[in-house]
């Protein structure tokens, strides 16, 4: 418990920082939406989609029905799920490999605690953290929504975006934490990670673009809950239990491959 609460300790000032991007990012793009809706001519449907399909992609706003309020809210809900991913992958691999970046290895691991138990703290303190990023962004994003827009009640679909984006954080949190378990530098493990998830972008993007490119759907963990299912309250079943699945299976080959792994001393 003095591990899992020390790391919570080591990540304070990093997850201040974040949540001060959460409150800018949600409260100037609500911020947005009130500055347009009170412009009276001003039809932003029909502004964005004059644009390029390609910018569309780009900037995340495919798909995405901005003509309504929780629709707008969407398209910040895209943005705040990109941050989100960076943060799971940066606590994912940096809580494992911070011991050997810091050359602590030695002096936690000759402390009566086994290997095993070590990781699961870590992964605990690490989803804690997550939680939290979730948490602050659903009441940061709820008290905007009141006090800017009272009659706009989107409580429903917030919770469904909330959920999804928990998913997808967690999804990162669990591949990034298997990275630095398995590989023997473990500080590679968030430049790996980042690759990964900068390539699921570009596949995003891609998939905005070109029509008929949704088998590249598994692959995409942002288009696994596309904003327009959210909406409807929806969670594809399909990618709720993959990602549930691979989350799970991502922490078991951790607590295999960790225990046995050397450390750089």
Known sequence: MNLYLQELKSYLKTMMFWILGIVFMVGAGIGKYEALSSGGNMDL??????????????????????????????????????????????????????????????????????????????????????????????????????????????????????????????FYLAVSFFLAAFLKDAKKSSQLSLIVMLTSYLLSVIMGIIDNTDFLRILVPFQYFKVIDLLDLTLDPFYLVFSLVAIVVAIIASAYFYPKRDLMI
């Open 45 to 170: 449907a029909t502004i964005l989609g004059s644009m390029p399909k390609a910018f569309m992609a780009i900037f995340g706003l495919s798909g995405i029905p901005i003509d309504s309020f929780g629709g707008f809210y969407g398209m910040i809900y895209a943005y705040v799920t990109i941050m989100g991913a960076v943060f799971a992958i940066m606590i994912g691999s940096g809580i494992l490999a911070k011991e050997e970046r810091d050359k602590t290895a030695e002096f936690l691991m000759v402390k009566p605690i086994s290997r095993m138990k070590i990781l699961l703290l870590k992964l605990a303190a690490a989803s804690t953290l997550v939680v939290v990023f979730v948490l602050v962004t659903w009441g940061t994003s709820a008290a905007i929504i009141n006090k800017v827009s009272p009659t706009d009640t989107i409580s429903n679909e917030l919770a469904y975006m909330m959920i999804a984006m928990f998913i997808i954080m967690m």
